[in-house]
């Protein structure tokens, strides 16, 4: 009876759609009601068979090689830095060498990135993350038989353009193809593959520090998993939006049925036609619009200003916050405070990175994006603060600087290495997964383009910190620069409270709503509520026709 009652519901409601599928206009999203701001029927009924099938999270596994790939190669360059001796020609790599070769990264990272949801536009998502696995294989390549530092330096922003392609489309892909449900937490399961790159970097590290020459297997080894994401790129799908864009309904159908594996017929028919009936208005702009009138939007058009500033205000907290100096640079941090096996200990920071992260994993759809980062940020503060003082103490009988080869308090030392886990689990709980959900913020129309500037900030936040670290030590003092990353983090938290809106359980076309008049704190959780309202009658209904 209740399978009867819900054939009944599918076929009115797919009716209705076909009905109205030919009606939509520039100014109304059918299946969204867009203008009247309000959840449609027609999409939380679509959304209603979302179980999830082996492919889904076989596509997902694929996808995140990218993200292995990102955390690998930012990661291990802090185990190379400390073992690369006089093998590009120096004696030792000076200051300046060290900060020219890590943020020749970040510099390719920040044009691949600026790049990537643009390109993805046109060629769509899958073409991108294999170019970007062409680039990590040649960067590989070419870092693990460079001899001198100019050559290490070109290798690390060939790498950082990969890295900055991965970082961009990875993400934006997995969300165009995820049910709603999980959409969150399938993105952080692409930042877990970050961190777990970080992690077998720091092993890798770890394992090659006393060998002659171990920095080039470290560097080398990248291509590996990039080589492997080549081959099953050749078993993954196109984004069923960029099908329905270019006209591919067929394809987009297709792609749909083996996502929702579980649904009837019907109800991927109905999934794909309010699907092609709520991206009609970005097919629309698409269509009659420039690609410089597009990017114009970005600025004047109110709703994708407001998710541009929320969108790159997120990213560029999560770099300004200096975490990544702990991922370049805390095998040198900790060396010269005094640890034996700095590459080992830094492996104790990428590992409370991945576990934290997995934390995120599952409840970051429960839990809610917002919410999360409220909880979270104070916990980064707290650690930099901890840190700061810490430093301020073990440095006095040094002028608070940092020198090499001095024995400084084991137990300030301590102090600090705790101070750092409880910056990274904070920061791994919240703002290392949250920023990465950037592509929900976006209308289809400017989707890449929005997640091409806002990764592009991500990297050029990135250049600053990292860039600048070495020197920021030697300038202020340790206590200072961390009291400095500290006083970020406080600016940061003060615009989630702002300005950052909650978006979990709403569908990729939905969060446009939120926008519409401001930056939607209370609209958001007014539209969860009406959409799980709706959700709970819906149930309701069906309880009462099958009795």
């Known amino acids: 009876m209740k399978n009867s009652t819900r054939d009944t519901e599918v076929g009115t409601v797919k009716g209705d759609v076909e009905k109205r599928d030919n009606q939509v206009s520039i100014s109304s999203t059918d299946g969204l009601d867009f203008d009247s701001g309000e959840i449609n029927e027609l999409a939380v009924v679509a959304e209603g068979e979302e179980r999830t099938s082996w492919f889904v999270w076989i596509l997902v596994l694929c996808s995140t090689i990218s993200g292995l790939l990102f955390g690998y190669d930012t990661g291990v360059i802090s185990g190379a830095l400390v073992t690369i001796g006089s093998d590009l020609g120096p004696e030792a790599l000076s200051n300046g060498q060290k900060e020219f070769i890590t943020s020749a990264t970040t510099l390719g990272a920040l044009l691949g990135g600026f790049a990537a949801g643009i390109i993805s536009d046109w060629t769509g998502r899958r073409a991108v993350l294999g170019i970007a696995d062409i680039i990590f294989i040649g960067g590989a390549i070419g870092q693990a038989v460079c001899h001198t530092v100019w050559s290490m330096i070109g290798g690390r922003f060939l790498i950082g353009v990969g890295v900055g392609l991965a970082a961009c489309i990875a993400p934006l892909y997995i969300q165009e193809l995820s049910p709603t449900r999980l959409r969150g937490r399938m993105v952080v399961l692409n930042v877990v593959m970050i961190t777990l790159g970080q992690v077998i970097a720091y092993g890798i590290g770890a394992a090659f520090f006393h060998l002659h020459g171990g920095w080039r297997w470290m560097v080398g080894l990248g291509a590996v998993p990039a080589g492997i994401q080549i081959v099953l790129l050749v078993l993954l799908p196109e984004s069923p939006r960029i099908l329905i864009r270019r006209g591919d309904k067929p394809g987009a159908h297709a792609v749909m049925a083996k996502i929702y594996q579980f649904a009837k017929p019907e109800e991927v028919d109905l999934k794909v036609k309010v699907l092609h009936a709520a991206v009609?208005?970005?097919?629309?702009?698409?269509?009659?619009?420039?690609?410089?009138?597009?990017?114009?939007?970005?600025?004047?058009?109110?709703?994708?200003?407001?998710?541009?500033?929320?969108?790159?205000?997120?990213?560029?907290?999560?770099?300004?916050?200096?975490?990544?100096?702990?991922?370049?640079?805390?095998?040198?941090?900790?060396?010269?405070?005094?640890?034996?096996?700095?590459?080992?200990?830094?492996?104790?920071?990428?590992?409370?990175?991945?576990?934290?992260?997995?934390?995120?994993?599952?409840?970051?759809?429960?839990?809610?994006?917002?919410?999360?980062?409220?909880?979270?940020?104070?916990?980064?503060?707290?650690?930099?603060?901890?840190?700061?003082?810490?430093?301020?103490?073990?440095?006095?009988?040094?002028?608070?600087?940092?020198?090499?080869?001095?024995?400084?308090?084991?137990?300030?030392?301590?102090?600090?290495?705790?101070?750092?886990?409880?910056?990274?689990?904070?920061?791994?709980?919240?703002?290392?997964?949250?920023?990465?959900?950037?592509?929900?913020?976006?209308?289809?129309?400017?989707?890449?383009?929005?997640?091409?500037?806002?990764?592009?900030?991500?990297?050029?936040g990135n250049l600053l910190i990292g860039s600048t670290y070495l020197s920021l030590m030697a300038k202020i003092t340790p206590s200072g620069a961390f009291g400095f990353y500290a006083g970020l983090c406080l600016l940061g938290w003060v615009f989630v409270l702002a300005c950052f809106p909650e978006t979990a359980g709403l569908s990729l076309e939905e969060v446009q709503m939120v926008f519409k008049e401001g930056f939607g704190i209370k609209e958001s959780e007014r539209l969860r509520r009406r959409k799980l309202q709706m959700k709970d009658e819906k149930v309701l209904q069906e309880k009462k026709e099958t009795c």
């Not at 590459?343 to 999360?372: E, P, Q, Y």
């Not at 308090?409 to 301590?414: K, L, P, V």
């Open 280 to 460: 009609q208005q970005s097919i629309y702009i698409t269509e009659t619009t420039t690609f410089a009138q597009r990017m114009k939007s970005m600025i004047f058009t109110p709703v994708n200003r407001r998710a541009l500033i929320v969108g790159c205000g997120m990213q560029a907290f999560q770099q300004l916050c200096g975490f990544n100096t702990l991922m370049y640079y805390s095998a040198t941090l900790f060396k010269e405070i005094g640890f034996d096996q700095p590459t080992a200990v830094g492996l104790i920071i990428s590992g409370t990175n991945f576990l934290f992260t997995l934390f995120a994993l599952k409840w970051i759809d429960k839990i809610g994006r917002r919410r999360i980062m409220i909880w979270s940020a104070p916990g980064m503060i707290f650690g930099l603060v901890l840190a700061s003082i810490s430093f301020h103490f073990m440095t006095k009988k040094t002028g608070g600087n940092l020198i090499d080869g001095t024995q400084y308090s084991t137990a300030w030392s301590a102090l600090v290495l705790v101070s750092m886990i409880v910056f990274v689990a904070s920061y791994a709980t919240g703002l290392g997964n949250v920023p990465w959900q950037q592509g929900e913020l976006f209308g289809l129309e400017v989707r890449g383009i929005g997640t091409s500037l806002a990764t592009a900030t991500n990297w050029a």
